[in-house]
T-cell receptor, first 114, second 112 residues
Framework: NAGVTQTPKFRVLKTGQSMTLLCAQD?????MYWYRQDPGMGLRLIHYSVGEGTTAKGEVPDGYNVSRLKKQNFLLGLESAAPSQTSVYFC?????????????FGPGTRLLVL | GQQLNQSPQSMFIQEGEDVSMNCTSS?????WLWYKQEPGEGPVLLIALYKAGELTSNGRLTAQFGITRKDSFLNISASIPSDVGIYFC????????????FGTGTLLAVQP
């Protein structure tokens, strides 16, 4: 049982390049989330999904797109990377929401945009 | 966007000391969670609180859900070097999205 895994672990991009971050979970969770973490700040929600085929915007969605074609996978895309998107990206998943169910986090993807 | 106020921002203590940190919000939550993040890793859940006034322990960690539902506290007793990390609080109201609002984190350093 691997939990939540993220690919890749590290990436360096040039401004304007595109890339996709992959998140996979094997816990049969309905809900999945993408966060970014910047120095001195907590995690901020980028996009989330409440089930296969559905996505919604979080707090900081600009410059990102997501897709949830399979229940176990949640993809985060950067179409044209900008230096402001240099950050650590975390994926999380949880069971169907009830009373604030706990979220389980992946190890993170460290992205540097030059 | 909304973030929770967490204090202190950082703590540098000696091994064996007790630690207290807190988290406050301008709005109420139905759930408070405390996570720990170690270098190079994602946050890991420590304690979940679901009821105002609730006091819950996990080993040397004790957390409380504030009676006003606008705050929460985490205490660590007899700290050890492996307690080093960043501690985040998070509030949630469940519902259709289960979105969490995170605090800004408390960095804890423990000197042996």
């Amino acid at each position: 049982n691997a939990g939540v895994t993220q690919t890749p672990k590290f990436r360096v991009l040039k401004t304007g390049q595109s890339m996709t971050l992959l998140c996979a979970q094997d816990m049969n969770h309905e809900y999945m989330y993408w966060y970014r973490q910047d120095p001195g700040m907590g995690l901020r929600l980028i996009h989330y999904s409440v089930g296969e085929g559905t996505t919604a915007k979080g707090e900081v969605p600009d410059g990102y797109n997501v897709s949830r074609l399979k229940k176990q996978n949640f993809l985060l895309g950067l179409e044209s990377a900008a230096p402001s998107q240099t950050s650590v990206y975390f994926c999380a998943s949880s069971f169907i929401a009830g009373r604030g169910e706990t979220q389980y986090f992946g190890p993170g993807t460290r992205l540097l945009v030059l | 966007g909304q973030q929770l106020n967490q204090s202190p921002q950082s703590m540098f203590i000696q091994e064996g000391e007790d630690v207290s940190m807190n988290c406050t919000s301008s709005s109420i939550f139905n759930t408070w969670l405390w996570y720990k993040q170690e270098p190079g890793e994602g946050p890991v859940l420590l304690i979940a609180l679901y009821k105002a006034g609730e006091l819950t322990s996990n080993g040397r960690l004790t957390a409380q859900f504030g009676i006003t539902r606008k705050d929460s506290f985490l205490n660590i007793s007899a700290s050890i070097p492996s307690d080093v990390g960043i501690y985040f609080c998070a509030g949630a109201n469940g519902g259709a999205t289960n979105k969490l609002i995170f605090g800004t984190g408390t960095l804890l350093a423990v000197q042996p």
